[in-house]
Nanobody
Framework: VQLQASGGGLVQAGGSLRLSCSAS????????MGWFRQAPGQEREFLAA????????YYPDSATGRFTIFGNSAENAVYLQMNGLKPQDTAVYYC????????????????WGQGTLVTVSS
């Protein structure tokens, strides 16, 4: 599975972005998908996951409800809608795929996109 993340960019605090992750090589229906981010000097952080049939979504306990993951099997794509962005959301955002039904940790995922940079200005 090859993953391509896109949609990052520069946004002002309080703004929104929608990140996209497209896949080739295997339909999303057979892969659980997740979003992570990594800020400079920090560990990669789990943000959201959707299971392989797209029926269930998962967020970390620390989630504030600003980020929403959803998928479109017809487009073979998964999205991360981000609202109310803050400067501390500045990071490289990665989509990832797992042959498990879903994953909640970095080690659960076998496939990774190249990352897309999100910069939130104050």
């Amino acid at each position: 599975v090859q993953l391509q993340a896109s949609g990052g960019g520069l946004v002002q605090a309080g703004g929104s972005l929608r990140l996209s992750c497209s896949a080739s090589g295997r339909a999303f229906s057979g892969v659980g998908m997740g979003w992570f981010r990594q800020a400079p000097g920090q560990e990669r952080e789990f943000l959201a996951a959707i299971n392989r049939n797209g029926e269930s979504v998962y967020y970390p306990d620390s989630a504030t409800g600003r980020f929403t993951i959803f998928g479109n099997s017809a487009e073979n794509a998964v999205y991360l809608q981000m609202n109310g962005l803050k400067p501390q959301d500045t990071a490289v955002y990665y989509c990832a795929g797992t042959t498990k039904s879903y994953g909640l940790a970095e080690d659960d995922y076998e496939y990774w996109g190249q990352g897309t940079l999100v910069t939130v200005s104050s």
